[in-house]
């Protein structure tokens, strides 16, 4: 189903909190086009000039999504995080509009697991993303870090001093500590792609990848 939905299909997004605003302005960015339902006039009209649409409706009711076309969407983002209950059901009844791809916000894994059993394909848990980011963030070295579900990562960061003033080749980097340099940049010049020969100086930034523990440890090395 997923291989099935374009690339650039309209999106439904119910609730114009942060999250919801933030997804639906950033999709707006991108060129999507994104139909935002909310129950607060006031959130409604403030997006009313920053997304194709906007709407003030209750999505607890299934006859109102059904009148707002909720039904002809390929994807729904349920940003509704305030009210378990309400979230539950607005998902519900998107499974029962059969939308295709459901994306949820859940505020704990509980919550995140009854949003999975009802039928949600995709469950977010921005706080708690948003969290384990900043732990990784706040040792300093790292710039920004990406973790994927099976506890691999990318990472921006500064190398440590064992890598720098080498061709990575000679540094021994993906032996020694079991990650791989993806890219470089050097001051006022753009990211390039790593490869054996490239040298590593003190100024530069690199692109790591790997098991998160790897570059937990990469990141600890000597400064």
């Known amino acids: 189903m997923v291989d099935r939905i374009r690339h ?6 119910i609730g114009l909190g942060r999250f919801g605003a933030a997804t639906a302005g950033q999709l707006d960015r991108l060129g999507r086009e994104v ?20 709407v003030q409706a209750d999505a607890r009711s299934i006859e109102t999504l ?22 539950v059901l607005i998902t519900a009844n998107l499974v029962d509009l059969k939308v295709p791809q459901i994306w949820a916000k859940a505020i704990s ?4 697991k009854i949003l ?25 070295r790292m710039l920004d870090f990406i973790e994927f579900d099976d506890d691999f990562a990318l990472v921006k ?23 791989t340099v993806v890219g470089v940049k050097s001051p006022g010049k753009p990211f390039t792609y790593a ?18 523990a790897d570059i937990e440890r990469f990141a600890a090395l000597e400064a």
């Open 66 to 87: 059904r009148q707002i076309g909720a039904e002809d969407f390929s994807i729904g983002v349920v940003a509704v995080g305030s009210s378990i209950e309400a979230s």
């Open 157 to 179: 960061m500064y190398p440590p001093k064992p890598i720098r003033g080498l061709r990575l080749g000679e540094s021994g980097v993906r032996s020694k500590y079991n990650i």
């Open 195 to 212: 490869t054996p020969d490239t040298v590593v100086s003190d100024h530069d930034l690199v692109i790591v990848s790997g098991a998160s």
């Open 8 to 13: 650039n299909a309209p999106v439904l997004v």
């Open 116 to 140: 999975e059993r009802i039928g949600a394909n995709h469950v977010i848990y921005p706080e708690a993303e948003a969290g384990e980011r900043a732990a990784h963030l706040v040792s300093g």
């Open 35 to 54: 139909l935002a339902i909310d129950t607060d006039a006031n959130l409604v009209q403030k997006w009313a000039d920053r997304v194709t649409h906007t």
């Open 109 to 112: 894994k509980s919550h995140g």
